[in-house]
């Protein structure tokens, strides 16, 4: 009688350990993938960084320097920058009207390096009042698309004439 229950202690033991391994084997591979919630949010919060966010707001020192006038931090002016009060999405959008694109996407770049996650791919484009579209930021991690989630925002700014200008089309796109 005591094999018998060593045999059944032994095929209890074994179904333990296979119930363990696969929890475990489940666990794992759903650990690492972002829900689409998380894609929703993170696009959210991407559009919301760049259309609440002043240019003034931003201390970095490179990007102080493009439109200040005296101060700390103001090294060594350069005045590329007209006016600091406007959004980010905003000045984009005035220096892409200026046909001043590859500086628009210099600053962009800078600006978004820190912000992505290494699981996340993204891009941000601007398509101006005629149709033409922007690639602003490309950080593309992978080519196969899931979860993908587009927020757009329209932007307009005012001018050097005191006019304002647009609308301009601001469009996130987040994937994994």
């Not at 006016?83 to 500086?103: K, M, V």
């Not at 600006?111 to 791919?121: D, R, T, W």
């Not at 149709?131 to 005012?158: C, E, M, P, W």
């Amino acid at each position: 009688m005591n094999r018998k229950g060593l045999f059944f202690t032994i095929d209890a033991i074994i179904a333990l350990i296979v119930l363990t391994i696969g929890v475990v084997t489940v666990f794992v591979i759903f650990t690492g993938q972002p829900l689409r919630e998380q894609t929703a949010l993170y696009a959210n919060d991407l559009m919301g960084f760049f259309h609440n966010t002043r240019v003034q707001d931003i201390r970095e020192g490179w990007l102080v320097n493009l439109w200040c006038d005296q101060g700390p931090e103001c090294t060594m002016p350069t005045h590329n920058l007209t006016s600091p009060q406007q959004t980010l999405l905003a000045t984009f959008a005035q220096l892409i009207s200026e046909d001043r694109t590859s500086f628009a996407q210099f600053i962009a770049r800078n600006l978004s390096i820190g912000l992505v996650q290494q699981q996340f791919s993204w891009n941000m484009s601007i398509v101006d009042p005629n149709g033409r579209d922007t690639l602003l930021v490309d950080h593309t991690q992978t080519i196969r698309v899931t979860n993908l989630i587009a927020t757009k925002s329209i932007v307009y700014f005012v001018n050097a004439n005191h006019s304002l200008e647009g609308p301009y089309v601001a469009q996130i796109d987040v994937w994994q």
